[in-house]
DNA sequence: CCTGGAGTTGTCCTA
DNA sequence: TTAGGACAACTCCAG
């Protein structure tokens, strides 16, 4: 009898190691790899997303031999059909947890029973399962800590598998060599210079961001972190939205540098930021409205400007507020942005410019290149102040006191913002409050080669604190 | 039920 | 210069 043919349905798990579909595929009989591009999707992937899919679907290609089959549609009808043809008795699939995937993939599970093929779905992207960790009462928690208090004391994070899988003896790929070109992930425009210098999507990519930061990073995590000109963060948030490593994987990989440098502080709250984004996924799983509308109903009254004018100048990172600048340029030309300088902007975008927070939810789902469905709507949410924590409503960060803060050398400024160069460390976070004289000799003309800062800080800081004001007014 | 403590990530003013 | 309280008062969660 012929060996079963088995379909490994790669999506947002593309590795091979601690991989628990592919594991289980090999088990049952020889795979077939296979990955389908569905552009049709609510969420479809951004311009920068699309540029890590090409080279992270190059590099798994490379470690199956040549052998991944692509495919590019709904697959909710190709793969059944895709499954008959190549007379595949099993599908198997690591889960996504966005709410239309979740409903198409139950469909999809019932359409490939019927045709006799069985399917299978595991859990290879989180550490814990969105329906674990519910309080008492049966009901999600809604607030992170005592979410991460009762996860980490009743349910330890499950190690994760140290099978390596080489020379995997997959069905051989009888598609086109350029098939993965012709996807037409990547951009007409040559825009992704800077990217190709700061990133190398794939699984051997992901393990060196992920030493990288061992080494580096570890020491200092926990007060490091906040500096965005130190660089101390893991950059692992694009390695872990395409599953190019697994958050057990690199949970434990810093658990035990932590335990041999006696560094378990500083692990323990890298480990906490991986449950913040376990705490995302849980929390879209259970309101899966999240992504576009507010937690709290009263913020559908919020009087939110529409104001093309600040919005585009904000995205183009011409503010007249450096960090915000450095900020937004980053982003635009690296793919990524600093953590810290994320809230910022953030703050920036929905309360002194008073722009509603899906806008900035868009542009970073544009540009980023771990633009993730649950991360970017639960952090914008946070930011804005509507989602479900109860984060006072004046919380609003000032951006020069920020920046003065946390880059008071202006390195990270003058990096991004290399007009501003000339300045003193003490001139650089705020321009448009410097004496003329300061500013020419630093070559620096407002309004000609950086912008005049675009709100008065305190007058929108009030405008903001009204607004939110007159929300709770109304009850 | 009721109660009290806590809540990732702040800012500003005053003493 | 720095530390501490005000902001305004909500919701969540555990006991």
């Not at 992920?210 to 020491?219: C, Q, S, V």
């Not at 806008?359 to 970017?376: H, K, M, P, T």
């Amino acid at each position: 009898m012929p060996e079963q043919t088995v379909i490994m349905w790669f999506r947002q798990d593309l590795r091979l190691g601690d991989n628990p579909a592919l594991l289980t595929a090999i088990e049952k009989g020889r795979v077939l790899p296979l990955f389908i591009l569905d552009e049709g999707e609510d969420w479809a992937p951004g311009a920068a997303s699309r540029w890590w899919l090409h080279h992270s679907l190059s590099a798994l290609n490379e470690s199956l031999q040549g052998n991944l089959w692509v495919l590019k549609g709904d697959a909710g009808q190709l793969l059944p059909q895709f499954a008959k043809d190549h007379g595949a008795s099993h599908v198997f699939w690591n889960r996504c947890y966005e709410p239309s995937r979740i409903a198409r993939d139950s469909l999809l599970k019932q359409t490939l029973k019927e045709a006799e093929i069985t399917p299978g779905s595991y859990n290879g992207s989180l550490i814990w399962e969105p329906w674990e960790n519910l309080k008492k009462d049966g009901t999600p928690y809604k607030v992170f800590t005592p979410f991460y208090k009762y996860a980490i004391s009743n349910n330890p994070p499950a190690p994760p598998s140290h099978i390596s899988i080489q020379n995997l003896d997959s069905v051989e790929c009888s598609q086109d060599a350029d098939r993965i070109e012709r996807l037409g992930l990547l951009p007409k425009i040559n825009w992704y210079e800077e990217m190709t210098a700061t990133w190398q999507p794939g699984e051997t990519g992901a393990r060196q961001k992920l030493e990288h930061f061992i080494e580096n990073g570890l020491y200092d995590y926990r007060k490091g972190r906040d500096f965005p000109s130190k660089r101390s963060v893991s950059m692992l948030s694009p390695h872990l939205h395409f599953g190019e490593i697994s958050p057990r994987e690199a949970a434990q990989a810093v658990k035990q540098a932590g335990e041999i440098d006696t560094n378990e502080e500083q692990a323990e709250h890298f480990v906490r930021e991986l449950i913040w984004r376990e705490f995302s996924y849980y929390s879209l799983y259970h309101f899966p409205h999240l992504c576009q509308e507010n937690i709290k109903a009263q913020f559908n009254r919020f009087p939110w400007a529409a104001d093309e004018t600040n919005l585009l100048l904000w995205q183009k990172g011409q503010t007249g507020f450096p960090l915000i600048d450095a900020g937004m340029r980053e982003l635009w030309q690296t793919g990524y942005m600093h953590n810290r300088v994320r809230m910022i902007v953030g703050s920036f975008l929905v309360k002194n410019l008073m722009i509603h927070w899906l806008e900035g939810a868009r542009w970073f789902w544009d540009c980023l290149v771990d633009a993730d469905l649950a991360n970017n709507s639960c952090s914008w949410q946070w930011v804005a102040g509507s989602g479900a924590d109860a984060a006072p409503y004046f919380r609003i960060f000032n951006p020069v006191t920020q920046s003065q803060r946390f880059d008071p050398e202006g390195s990270y400024i003058r990096k991004y913002v290399p007009e501003l160069a000339g300045l003193s460390n003490k001139a650089i976070h705020d321009p448009s409050s410097v004496a003329q004289e300061e500013l020419q000799q630093a070559g620096v003309i407002l309004g000609e080669n950086y912008p005049r800062a675009i709100v008065d800080l305190k007058e929108s800081r009030v405008r903001a604190l009204d607004a939110y004001k007159s929300l709770a007014d109304q009850g």
